[in-house]
């Protein structure tokens, strides 16, 4: 091998380690790059922004390794939690001030609180006006209350800015382990009980007592009773004042002045209030009141009961097959029991679902329309229909079609009203005729009083309707008459 050989060689192999040292430079810096961002991310997961202080986060991973059954103490030795929670005064200094006069009263707390603790224990930001505080090793439970007394009294000194004078007081609940729970859960709670019974009699501190928890287990119970005793009582009223109306949903299958070919296909369930003084009181006076207390929820779950068994009783007398439609309030819809109450409906009567429509207004719907879009899917899987009522009232009803299964669209009784001589209204009648069918969505049309208006819309293309050109809204008694009148 020629000299000159070897010195190409020996340049190849120089330049192969001069790509090699570059390329090991650039790894060098990605890593250190992807390490920088790592400990960016940890910092951001794991430390309050407004104190740089450990978070919740970062607590809860402390307790599960502090308090596990391969941390043992030595001795006597034992560790606790303590909770300390900003008074009311903070909130309306939040609420009254610049947020930097805040922020550094927060600041300054979080490193008041680290001076006490010093190296016993950790200092914790878990939420936004409160702090926890985990000793790490506790002689005896004086211990904790000499250091809940220290937290307390520093908290009486007053914070000084030009033009205030600030004390923010706090309360201090705090729980010993293993002496008020052997693992970390149970210890949370404890201390938390602490903090709450601090709280309610306005204690600056307390250590965790096991009567504590009864008390509050007492609590508990005692204001389930109450609901529950209120529900009840609330049930009894709404039997003995409260009734339901059905008004019959036909389907018109030929339209003439003389001979008329329909069918019942079902009904609409109303409610009807009779109050024990002032006597009857309209559906548009007492439903908005009931809406606002809350107390929509439980006389909408008792008309669903009810309702359903009426339908129940409709079907006997009568070979066609019934089904019953039944109004949602806004407040009921996003009743985050209502599937749940829904189901136990359909398995105490043991009815087909199908044979049951619930109608929304489109105005609820547009309150939460994610929510209102699971709660269409959750009901329409246990084979439910789904109706929006009043149509064409709302004002974004085309955008959440698109993005709702809904089964059927009840035109308002306000188009239909003046539909036989109002151009507008015609004009709106016909392009929601027309985008249901386009949608595959059946249509009925609510509020028909006379022919001429049953004759447009049914020249439309609408056959489904509801009105008083039929029937009135009837007691159970006098719609199964109407039932076996019809045929």
Known sequence: MTEERLKIMLATCRREVAALLTRNLQLEATLQEHEDHERELLKRLYLDEKTGFPNHAYMYKDCR?????????????????????LDETFELLKKSEASIVSEWVLYKIAHWIKDIIGSRGKVYHSRDTEFAVILHRVQNVDECTDIADRISSKMSEIHRFPGHHITVACHIGFAVYPDHGMDAG????????????????????AMF?????????????????????????????????????????IKVASL?????????IGSECLLRWNHPLMGPISPGRFIPLAEESGLIIPIGNWVLYNATQHLVDFQKHTANRLYMSVNLSPKQFYDPYL???????????GIDPTAIQLEITETS???????????????????MRISIDDFGTGYSSLSYLKNLRVDSLKIDKSFIDDVVTNNQNQGIVRAVISMA????????????????????????????IQGYYFSKPLKSAEFISYLSAAG
């Open 365 to 383: 719907m547009m309150d939460d329309p994610q929510d209102a879009r699971r709660k269409c899917d959750a009901i329409q899987a246990m084979g």
């Open 437 to 464: 069918r386009s949608l595959g969505m059946d249509i009925l049309a609510e509020g028909v009083e006379d022919y001429d208006q049953l004759e447009f819309i049914h020249k439309e293309g609408c056959s489904k």
């Open 65 to 85: 390794h502090l308090f596990s059954d391969r941390a043992t103490l030595s001795g006597g030795d034992r560790r606790a939690i303590i909770f300390i929670a």
């Open 256 to 264: 003439s002045r003389s001979n008329t070919v329909r069918q019942v």
């Open 186 to 205: 149970t210890l949370l709670r404890s201390a938390d009980i602490a903090l709450s019974e601090c709280r309610k009699n306005n204690y600056a501190y």
């Open 339 to 349: 599937i749940e109450n829904l189901e136990r409906v359909l398995r105490t009567r």
């Open 209 to 249: 007592t096991y009567e504590m928890a009864e008390a509050l287990m007492e609590r508990i119970d005692l204001k389930n009773g109450i609901l529950r005793a209120l529900e009840e009582q609330a049930i009894e009223e709404i039997e003995s004042q409260f009734e339901l109306c059905f008004q019959p949903l």
